[in-house]
C-alpha cells in the first residue's frame, strides 16, 4: 500500500478522541501551505447575537510545524510547542 502524499495547499481533519475540556479543540490535523507544514486545530462555536445568532461555524487555528534540530524540538515563531499534539 503507497504511503500518503500531502499536496500543497491541502490539509486534512480528524476528531479529536484526546479532548480533555472546552479548550481542546474538536478536530485536530495538518496542511501544506506554500511549502510548509502547519498543525490545524478546529472548534465549533456559535454566533451569539446580530443577525446570523445562532449559527454555528468552524473556527480555526494553524500552528507551524515544529521542526527537528539538533535533537531538540523548535517551534518556528515560539520556543515551546502549545501543547496541542
Known amino acids: 500500500m503507497a504511503e500518503y502524499?500531502?499536496?500543497d495547499n491541502q490539509g486534512s481533519l480528524f476528531k479529536n478522541t484526546?479532548?480533555?475540556?472546552?479548550q481542546h479543540p474538536l478536530y485536530r490535523g495538518s496542511a501544506l501551505i506554500g511549502g510548509q507544514e502547519y498543525w490545524i486545530s478546529a472548534w465549533i462555536n456559535e454566533v451569539r447575537s446580530g443577525?446570523?445568532?445562532g449559527e454555528k461555524y468552524m473556527?480555526?487555528?494553524?500552528?507551524?510545524k515544529?521542526?527537528?534540530?539538533?535533537?531538540?524540538s523548535v517551534s518556528a515563531g515560539s520556543e515551546e510547542a502549545d501543547g496541542f499534539f
Open 66 to 72: 515544529e521542526q527537528q534540530q539538533g535533537g531538540a
Open 59 to 64: 473556527s480555526l487555528k494553524l500552528d507551524v
Open 51 to 53: 443577525e446570523k445568532a
Open 18 to 22: 484526546n479532548r480533555k475540556n472546552d
Open 5 to 7: 502524499q500531502q499536496k
